[in-house]
């Protein structure tokens, strides 16, 4: 079993900078590739970023391409997402989720099988 924690959201101004960290318990982590999604009210949930086991392998949404950059550190068993020139429309809940398996970068969620509560990024004009 894994627990996700998410930590880092907050409320910033259009153009600044976060780092969002989604903290894993298990001994599993670091065989499973992990994903970041976002919810805004009355959208549907979306894919943001996925990362592979080791990290070496990385996929992002168009829409934060360039923008985001996904990591993780599985000697602290932490994935993180920075987010760089935020936009107004990234407002959303982010959620962190483990992957059924190692090697892919799926951006499919219901592929996902643990998630995280959320954290709410606020992005102000």
């Known amino acids: 079993q894994v627990q996700l924690v998410e930590s880092g959201g907050g409320l910033v101004q259009a153009g600044d900078s976060l780092r969002l960290s989604c903290a894993a318990s298990?001994?599993?982590?670091?065989?499973?590739?992990m994903g970041w999604f976002r919810q805004a009210p009355g959208k549907e949930r979306e894919f943001v970023a996925a990362?592979?086991?080791?990290?070496?392998?990385?996929y992002y949404a168009d829409s934060v391409k360039g923008r985001f950059t996904i990591s993780r550190d599985n000697a602290k068993n932490t994935v993180y997402l920075q987010m760089n020139s935020l936009k107004v429309e990234d407002t959303a809940v982010y959620s962190c989720?483990?992957?059924?398996?190692?090697?892919?970068?799926?951006?499919?969620?219901?592929?996902?099988?643990?998630w995280g509560q959320g954290t709410q990024v606020t992005v102000s004009s």
């Open positions: 298990g001994r599993t982590f670091s065989s499973r590739a």
């Open positions: 990362i592979n086991w080791s990290g070496g392998v990385t």
């Open positions: 989720a483990a992957h059924l398996t190692a090697w892919t970068t799926s951006s499919v969620g219901r592929e996902y099988d643990y």
